[in-house]
């Protein structure tokens, strides 16, 4: 299968600053990535689709300016939480997406972060 | 929008037990995914659908595709405890959306 990492895996900061979140597709090149945010006890909500080479496509109600998103190149796209409130705090999950000839998706480990 | 519609929510089994869990939509889907997610961790893809009428395996668990294209269920056999977890449904209608949509997730849990 394929395998999605995301870096850190936890990360404490303090309001105000910003924290930068990395998926890196590692065995396939992804042009498509997806970053999801997960409540306790909720299902995932996607925030924004990430395109390699282009602007990002965020969901309604997410800001683009409070989460920037950058998909550099086909294996690797960063989420930057700007300006870090403690109503951020959450778990970030990314996915990539497979499209050999059949669409599937594959989660990276996500990134629980929590603002003081 | 599309929602997906899983059930049961919640469940406590036995050990031993098989499971069973479903997700309808009101629209159509071309591809079912099923995912566990366990405790602080990613989901974990665990069958993929394709086709309507498809069956597929992978170890204890089957899963159909539904020949409406609108339901898909998950089927657990001889369940252990290493099953518990969150399981989600989610699926792909197609017309040039890469998006998922996803289930409410169904928490099981196994008694030893």
């Known amino acids: 299968g394929a395998v999605v990492s995301q870096h850190p895996s936890r990360v404490i900061c303090k309001s105000g600053t910003s924290v930068k979140i990395e998926c890196r597709s590692l065995?396939?090149?992804?042009?498509?990535m997806f970053w999801y945010r997960q409540f306790p006890k909720q299902s995932l909500m996607l925030m924004a689709t990430s395109n390699e080479g282009s602007k990002a496509t965020y969901e309604q109600g997410v800001e683009k300016d409070k989460f920037l998103i950058n998909h550099a190149s086909l294996t690797l796209s960063t989420l930057t939480v700007t300006s870090a409130h403690p109503e951020d705090s959450s778990f970030y999950i990314c996915s990539a997406r497979v499209a050999r000839h059949q669409e599937t998706q594959y989660f990276g480990p996500g990134t629980r972060l929590l603002v003081l | 929008g599309q929602q997906l519609n899983q059930s049961p929510q919640s469940m406590f089994i036995q050990e031993g037990e098989d499971v069973s869990m479903n997700c309808t939509s009101s629209s159509i889907f071309n591809t079912w995914l099923w995912y566990k997610q366990d405790p602080g961790e990613g989901p974990v893809l665990l069958i993929a659908l394709y086709k309507a009428g498809e069956l597929t395996s992978n170890g204890r668990l089957t899963a159909q595709f539904g020949i409406t294209r609108k339901d898909s269920f998950l089927n657990i056999s001889a369940s252990i405890p290493s099953d518990v977890g969150i399981y989600f449904c989610a699926g792909y209608s197609g017309a040039g959306s890469y998006q998922l949509t996803f289930g409410k997730g169904t928490k099981l849990s196994v008694i030893p």
């Open positions: 065995d396939f090149q992804a042009t498509t």
